[in-house]
Structure formats: structure tokens, C-alpha cells
């Protein structure tokens, strides 16, 4: 189990645990957080699952691959630090991982 | 006056729900027209995922959604459906029992006597960037699409994007515009290579400029741009000075006018019941993912054996009264010979 944490927009934050192998969108699904659309079902299609990682997380969780680099030309301001949840794997080295949900998905 | 097209049924989505619903009406001889919003049949399998593969469709342990289309369309071949595409249907008027009117944004009317509302997850719309204050530029200032590039005539023109949309209307329009600028957010463009090289040696004649960025904000007066702010990527903000922004983010599905057809809705999908899948107004039916009912689960091959029972029920309205003499196509010579196989 990893300890995954979301923050919303407005400060809220909701700490999901995530299974590995598990993709952080499909936690975020699993424990219906809000602003976690992923509109395509988590085949790299569709960028409504974006996230900001929060800075001391950003090595851990990696680099984005270039499909989902692509896909994120579809989202809104685009940061470093944003990914696609869908394709951040769980794993035990993100036990206390933290991501920013968009305002807007879209 | 558009002359109108006279049919059995009007299929509203050809992806795979919607043309499987051909082959099933097909067997009942019930005939279809198929009309999407999109250029090519196969919906989200065509829009959303063409390359990735789907392992939950019976008998084909791996198939991709373009793979999928195509196979289906070969098994609809012998019914002859036709099919509109870059159509919306935007309006569904009910005449009388099995007497429907529809209308779609190309200016085609169909007259049938069934609907089977096909449509996903709604209609494929582009995606409308949230930059506050966008709404009131839209159509003046701000376009989705270009539906006449000679409106582009003599514009200071702002194209915002990075796939083969954004790049092959900055190449179409930049001869007939005042100022021609592309705004991306990398210096990485998913459209064709081909098309990338053309922009970069209009940039390199002087002719346009490419700029790196995101927009954050539109400055402008009564509907007519005049800036966009943007956020360069390192950091810094500038404006670039415009009077006609196009973004192309892409599609998203929105429920659209189907809203607006006087079905009952629940949480934007349409309620069925589960024998005939049909809508609150009799004769017009829904299948596939923009369904809902007790236990319903959004997969195709839920959508399939919707579009079966549906079409029993298409048959009884095409021929009232008359029994329906349920047949296997293994076994039945009049289905085979449909099918075109015997």
C-alpha cells in the first residue's frame, strides 16, 4: 500500500491508499476524487486526469513518456510538475506521494 | 427546402453500438441511416483510442478500436445502411406514433419511423480552453473551427495548438490573413512532420511567427480581441496582439442536443428500460454508453446485445401487428440470404 494524497484546487486534501500497480488515476477513481475526470479510462487519450506533483515528489514519480507528453497538449496550463495520472504507476517508493488537482479539467 | 430522406430507422452515432444496431435492425429488415458528428465511423474507438488495444470483446481475445470498426463495418456491408458524417443531429421532432422528424447542423432532414440514439458520450465538440472571459469572444473573436477560411481574410490571426489541426489551418489560412502567429506549448508538435517543416519555413521566410507559450488571458473590448496574454515557458508573460484566436485543444464529448429532445434524463445519460431499451418516448430507443438502467455497465458488448433487443422492438413499430419469427443466422436460409451468404 502507498499513502496517496490529492489537493484540491481550494486546499482540500483527501489521502487515498493506492495499491501497486495501481495507476494514481485509478485511486484517485476508486475513492471518487473530484476533479480526476479521466474521460478516456486511463488509455493516455484524453489529459482529464492531469495532475501537478508537488515539488519534493517530482523525481520520484518520474519522467512523463512521450505519448502522455503529446496528450498534454490537450490540458490546461501546463506545468514542470504536471502529469497524467493515468500513468503514474503505484508503487511502494511513492508511499506518501502528493498531487495537485487542476481547478478545471478540461 | 432540403429535400427529406424517408427511412425505417435513423441510427444517431456510428460507433460501435450504432453500427452493430445496423446489422441487428438489418437482419429484421428494418433500413438504417447512420449519421455522427465526427468524419469516419467508429466514435470513441475511432476518436479516443484507434491504437490501443480492447481484450474484452467475445472471440477476439485483442483488437483495437480501429481494428474493431473496420471488422464491423464488413459485417454490415450486405444492409446497405447510409451514412452522414460531420453531422449533428440537433433536433428530434415527434410527428405522430413512429412518424419522426430529424435534423441535423448540415441541413439534412430524415422522416423515420424509429430513432436509436447511439451516441455515447455525447457529441465530439472541440475543447474550449478555460481562459477567463472567453465566452464573450466567442464567434467575434474567438473560433473552434473554420467553417469559411475567406472570414480569416485580412486577419491578425492567433492560432493556439500543436496537432495537425492547429498546424494545417496556420498553413491554410497564413496566405489570406494580415499576421499569421502559432502559439504552442513546446517546441514538439504531435501533427505530421510534414506539415511541422511548412510552418517552420514560413517562419523562417518571415512570413508567420511561432511563439512558445500557454495563454492565460484575452484583453479586448465588446466582444473583439485585441491581446492575448501569454506565459512563456520560462515564466514570463507577454502579449501578443490579435483580433482572431483559434484554439485546437482537441474533442471532448458533451450530451449535446439530445438534451433538449424532451426524453426524461438521468445524470445526463437516458433511461432505458431493459426488455426493448427504449426511451420514455416510444419509439425512440438508446444503446450503448448513453444509456442508463439498473446494473447497466458501460461496455461494448453491453451495447451489442442492446442493439439486439432494440431492433425486435424496431421491427414490431415497421410492422405492426405482424409476428416476429425469431431465427439463428447458422440455421435460418432467409437470414443468410440477407447476409448475402447463402
Not at chain 1, 3 to 19: L, M, V, Y
Not at chain 2, 163 to 171: N, P, Q
Not at chain 2, 254 to 259: C, Q
Not at chain 2, 287 to 303: A, C, E, Q, R, V
Request: charged share 20%; aromatic share 8%.
Amino acid at each position: 500500500m502507498a499513502k496517496i494524497t490529492f489537493i484540491q484546487h481550494n486546499g482540500a486534501e483527501q489521502t487515498c491508499d493506492g495499491s501497486p500497480g495501481m495507476s494514481v488515476m485509478e485511486t484517485a477513481i476508486k475513492n471518487m476524487v473530484p476533479g480526476i475526470d479521466a474521460d478516456c479510462g486511463g488509455a493516455c487519450a484524453c489529459a482529464t486526469c492531469h495532475v501537478y506533483v508537488e515539488p519534493e515528489w517530482v523525481d520520484k514519480a518520474g519522467p512523463r513518456n512521450p505519448m502522455e507528453e503529446d496528450m498534454l497538449d490537450f490540458a490546461f496550463d501546463v506545468q514542470d510538475s504536471s502529469r497524467l495520472s493515468c500513468q503514474i504507476k503505484v508503487t511502494d517508493a511513492l508511499d506518501g506521494l502528493r498531487v495537485r488537482v487542476p481547478a478545471k479539467q478540461f | 427546402m432540403s429535400d427529406v430522406i424517408t427511412t425505417d430507422a435513423v441510427i444517431i452515432g456510428a460507433g460501435p453500438c450504432g453500427l452493430f444496431a445496423v446489422f441487428e435492425l438489418g437482419l429484421v429488415d428494418v433500413k438504417c441511416h447512420v449519421v455522427d458528428i465526427l468524419d469516419r465511423p467508429g466514435g470513441q474507438c475511432a476518436e479516443l483510442y484507434p491504437e490501443k488495444p480492447i481484450y474484452d470483446i467475445p472471440a477476439l481475445p485483442i483488437v483495437t478500436g480501429a481494428e474493431l470498426t473496420s471488422r464491423l463495418l464488413e459485417q454490415i456491408k450486405p444492409f446497405g445502411a447510409e451514412f452522414h458524417y460531420n453531422q449533428m443531429v440537433t433536433e428530434l421532432i415527434k410527428h405522430g406514433d413512429n412518424d419522426f422528424e430529424l435534423k441535423t447542423d448540415g441541413g439534412l432532414v430524415f422522416r423515420s419511423k424509429v430513432v436509436v440514439i447511439a451516441a455515447g458520450g455525447g457529441s465530439f465538440q472541440p475543447k474550449k480552453p478555460p481562459i477567463p472571459g472567453i465566452d464573450s469572444y466567442e464567434g467575434t473573436s474567438v473560433f473552434y473551427s473554420v467553417k469559411k477560411m475567406e472570414a480569416f481574410r485580412g486577419r491578425d490571426v492567433l492560432i493556439v495548438g500543436g496537432g495537425d489541426s492547429a498546424l494545417d489551418w496556420t498553413i491554410n489560412l497564413q496566405p489570406i490573413a494580415k499576421s499569421m502567429t502559432l502559439l504552442h506549448r513546446r517546441d514538439d508538435f504531435r501533427a505530421a512532420p510534414d506539415s511541422v517543416k511548412k510552418m517552420r519555413e514560413l517562419v523562417a521566410e518571415g512570413k508567420m511567427q511561432f511563439r512558445l507559450g500557454q495563454v492565460t488571458g484575452l484583453k479586448g473590448e465588446a466582444g473583439v480581441l485585441s491581446a492575448a496574454t501569454v506565459k512563456g515557458n520560462d515564466g514570463a508573460t507577454f502579449d501578443i496582439a490579435t483580433n482572431t484566436m483559434l484554439p485546437f485543444f482537441g474533442l471532448t464529448m458533451k450530451l449535446g442536443p439530445v438534451a433538449e429532445w424532451g426524453l426524461n434524463l438521468h445524470e445526463n445519460l437516458v433511461p432505458v428500460d431493459t426488455a426493448k431499451f427504449e426511451t420514455s418516448t416510444p419509439g425512440v430507443f438508446a444503446i450503448g454508453d448513453i444509456n442508463t438502467y439498473p446494473g447497466k455497465l458501460k461496455l461494448i458488448l453491453s451495447g451489442f446485445h442492446e442493439a439486439a433487443l432494440m431492433a425486435q422492438q424496431a421491427f414490431k413499430y415497421k410492422n405492426p401487428g405482424e409476428r416476429l419469427l425469431f431465427q439463428y443466422t447458422t440455421s435460418s436460409s432467409s437470414l443468410q440470404k440477407k447476409l448475402g451468404v447463402n
